[in-house]
């Protein structure tokens, strides 16, 4: 896998000079061993008065902004380089007792999973729990990755992605009446369907890389990208892009991971001003690639934010 670059420019404009509040950046792809940063820059425009960065209560990396006096613009421009090493489907080794479902995970892992098995949404007429059934075998026993890739391929196949710029994710169950949504509602979608068979699970908040020239066409490039991580013991957190009908990270750059997706917003803030000052904003996301002996004949890489 080569080297990857994600320049993301966020700028927002207005008619007249107004003032800004704080705002929250999770810009900042998360470290392990299967992603790792090389380099990282943030520059905002107007400089912000004071700059400081946290881990919240995920392990997110999070930059919180104040500025001082007006302006007509706001910008924010991230780039960041890691390597990234994509783990395929047939790559987890999911414990014995958990290769079949239904399971029950141990008790040892149940207090830190119990939140993220919660349903977050209502499902009244249990839209989400018939649709979720219909992916179990009735003539023996499921695959517990069989379940979750057929379930991940079903919303590729079955729905309709259209973008929508709007912030706010679409109710589960309207995403099925609908046969539509975006990346943020097809994750969503899937969380809601894995929690309501007891699985764990979580939104992922990223950035896809299309590297073309494969055959397979890539949706949700040019902004942010969202998709569904479930817990599977001896696997861990394994990620399911429905959108794409991805099983594993190849070409998912993670950067923020939550149980709500309200957590994991990629960029959030206010300003004060008239309503008409606003003039919209223009969001710029690309994912470029180089190859990994470019970056080893390099000086020894620096990283240029916290």
Not at 165 to 187: M, N, V, W, Y
Not at 285 to 296: F, I, P, R
Request: charged share 25%.
């Amino acid at each position: 896998m080569p080297v990857l670059t994600v320049r993301h420019v966020t700028t927002y404009r207005y008619r007249q000079p107004v003032a800004f509040g704080e705002h929250r950046m999770m810009l900042r792809p998360r470290e392990g061993h299967d992603q790792r940063l090389f380099e990282a820059r943030l520059d905002i425009t107007p400089k912000p008065a004071a700059l400081r960065w946290l881990h919240d209560v995920y392990g997110n990396s999070v930059a919180i902004a104040r500025f001082a006096g007006r302006a007509k613009e706001l910008v924010f421009d991230s780039e960041v380089r890691l390597d990234h090493q994509p783990h395929q489907a047939l790559d987890f080794q999911v414990e014995d007792y958990a290769r079949t479902f239904p399971f029950a995970y141990g008790m040892e892992e149940v207090p830190d999973l119990a939140r993220s098995i919660e349903r977050h949404w209502r499902d009244d007429e249990r839209a989400v729990d018939r649709w979720a059934r219909r992916f179990l075998r009735r003539d023996g026993p499921t695959g517990t990755l069989d379940l979750l890739e057929a379930m991940t391929h079903g919303i590729k196949r079955e729905l309709t992605y259209i973008p929508r710029h709007e912030r706010g994710i679409q109710d589960p169950a309207k995403t099925l009446r609908l046969g539509s949504g975006t990346c943020r509602d097809f994750a969503v979608l899937m969380m809601e369907a894995a929690r309501s068979l007891g699985l764990a699970a979580r939104f992922v908040s990223g950035y896809l890389y299309s590297p073309g020239g494969d055959g397979e066409a890539r949706v949700g490039g040019g902004s942010t990208h969202a998709w569904a991580r479930v817990y599977l013991p001896g696997a861990g957190w394994v990620e399911f892009d429905p959108t794409n009908g991805i099983v594993g990270n190849r070409d998912l750059i993670r950067v923020a991971v939550a149980r709500d997706p309200a957590h994991a917003l990629p960029l959030s803030g206010t300003w004060t001003g008239f309503p008409a000052d606003s003039l919209g904003m223009t969001v710029d996301v690309a994912v470029t690639s180089e190859a990994k002996s470019a970056v080893t004949a390099r000086a020894r890489p620096r990283a240029t934010a916290p």
